[in-house]
């Protein structure tokens, strides 16, 4: 069957770095997704790894391995704001998007 | 990327009765997507709306509880029939295009109570 494991929670101070792993078991990969969802709100686009290696984007950046079915996305300099739901999301072979549970990261002052 | 707008943002319905979700983007989109997402819990794919042909489901659901129309490039409805307290949830639309790697991008959600 198709899987996507992420922690459930995590909790970081401002300022700090966090890193969200995220490990799949999928019938074939089209490319791997991380969203941000706040709460009430629906996800938004953060980043998109096809090939292995690191993505980096402002204070967010997102890693890629193939061969281990693992990425993860890691946030730098945090902000309150920075509390989210963070989604991992697969395109499976059909570029079906199988979803992860989200982890859910608490923000400290 | 696309704007997408839903309607309504929210309601509350009584068991036994339907509600017809509307999402419409700003933009002509290859692909559209009905979600629902349980509270605390991740995005469940309920169909993708085909235009011009049936949507295609996910195992799980059926047309006969969540028909689905989309008569053309922008708009798209979500039917939610004869609704029980187990429908109660958010219900997301997203739009994705092939040529834009597969991202797809969400509408603000739907919340549905069910009473």
């Known amino acids: 069957g198709q899987n996507i494991d992420q922690p459930t929670e995590m909790t970081a101070t401002e300022g700090a770095i966090v890193q969200i792993n995220c490990t799949y078991q999928?019938?074939?990969?089209?490319?791997l997704f991380w969203y941000q969802q706040h709460a009430g709100e629906a996800p938004t686009f953060l980043s998109y790894?096809?090939l292995d290696g690191l993505e980096e984007k402002g204070r967010f950046s997102s890693f890629l391995s193939r061969s281990k079915g693992y990425s993860y996305l890691l946030l730098k300099e945090l902000q309150m704001k920075d509390s989210a739901s963070y989604l991992c999301?697969?395109?499976?072979?059909?570029?079906?998007?199988?979803w992860g549970a989200g982890t859910k990261l608490i923000i400290k002052p | 990327s696309a704007v997408i707008s839903q309607k309504p943002s929210r309601d509350i319905c009584q068991r036994g009765t339907s509600l017809t979700i509307q999402c419409q983007v700003d933009s002509q989109v290859t692909m559209m997507f009905w979600y629902r997402q349980q509270p605390g819990q991740s995005l469940t794919l309920i169909a993708t709306?085909?235009?011009?042909?049936?949507?295609?489901?996910e195992s799980g659901f059926v047309i006969d509880k969540f028909p689905i129309s989309r008569p053309n490039l922008t708009f798209s409805t979500l039917t939610v029939s004869n609704m029980s307290p187990e429908d109660s949830s958010i219900y997301l639309c997203?739009?994705?295009?092939?040529?834009?790697?597969?991202?797809?991008?969400f509408g603000p959600g739907t919340r549905l109570t069910v009473t």
């Open positions: 709306a085909n235009q011009g042909s049936e949507a295609t489901y």
């Open positions: 790894n096809v």
């Open positions: 999301a697969v395109s499976d072979s059909n570029y079906q998007l199988i």
């Open positions: 999928t019938s074939g990969f089209n490319g």
């Open positions: 997203s739009v994705g295009d092939p040529g834009q790697a597969n991202e797809q991008y």
